[in-house]
């Protein structure tokens, strides 16, 4: 039986005196979400103060220290692995980095083998060869029509490798791959790094776009957009954390 959200639906995303330790101190405390399906929800703050933590923990990635939090109706910390089964990842670095060697097309076939393998059910490997094969095609189409991206616009087409795309198409090429799994969250790292404002523009277009659609999108970010659900981590205390201590933390929650 499914549980609370299927990941079909975009997923609810509340927090209470959310926060997370590691062996340096805090990377996160206090942090309060309330958010419906479907909600576009901007983690923002100074590189260092925790915001990938944040975004980890709300997706069942890491295992928070205090407060309460539910997602698609599963609970926080109790429900890590429901969490995860209903969330996704886009692009996280040192989490989800893309292998620059391989090709668009690669990396796609390689994530509809890894859904049709672990994230099915076992009647759904049952199934006919073909209806299976038609059933990928069309989870990788829709996904990359979600994400925005053209493949025949690229330079080498479904065989332009990953070290040859711009920035804001590896954001759409790493979105695509985690709505090929039909996630009720996706967690977006580093939204507005290294983007012209033109180009920030429009990766905030495409999350809003998701979120319109029915996905709930939790993004990182240095500034928020005025229409986001604004969630901060920096803090007035003098226990300020820094990259050093969030990198410490990734590896004292245990990276799901």
Do not use: Y
């Not at 209903?86 to 040192?94: N, R, T, W, Y």
């Not at 659900?229 to 201590?245: G, L, P, W």
């Amino acid at each position: 039986m499914d549980g609370p959200n299927d990941g079909a639906r975009g997923a609810a995303v509340t927090a209470r005196e959310f926060g997370l330790k590691g062996p340096r101190g805090w990377a996160f405390r206090g942090v309060d979400v309330e958010a419906g399906p479907g909600s576009l929800i901007a983690i923002e703050g100074a590189s260092g103060s925790g915001r990938t933590c944040l975004l980890l923990a709300l997706t069942g990635r890491m295992r928070p220290t205090e407060g309460e939090a539910s997602v698609g109706g599963f609970r926080l910390p109790k429900q890590l692995a429901a969490v995860r089964r209903i969330s996704a990842l886009g692009p996280v670095p040192g989490v989800t980095d893309l292998d620059p060697a391989f090709t668009v097309a690669e990396h796609l076939h390689e994530r509809a083998l890894l859904e049709r393998r672990f994230g099915g059910s076992l009647r759904g490997l049952l199934r006919p060869r073909a209806e299976r094969t038609a059933e990928a095609r069309l989870r990788v189409d829709t996904a990359l029509t979600a994400a925005g991206l053209d493949m025949e616009s690229l330079p080498k087409g479904r065989r332009t490798s990953v070290r040859d795309l711009e920035r804001l198409e590896v954001l759409r090429l790493s979105v695509a791959l985690a709505l090929i799994g039909r996630p009720g969250l996706l967690g977006v790292d580093d939204v507005d790094l290294k983007l012209s404002d033109a180009e920030r523009r429009e990766a905030w277009d495409l999350l809003r776009s998701l979120t319109q659609s029915g996905t709930t999108v939790v993004a990182v970010c240095n500034e928020a957009p005025d229409d986001a659900i604004a969630v901060s981590t920096d803090r007035a205390d003098d226990n300020e954390t820094d990259d050093k201590e969030t990198a410490d933390a990734l590896a004292e929650a245990g990276l799901a």
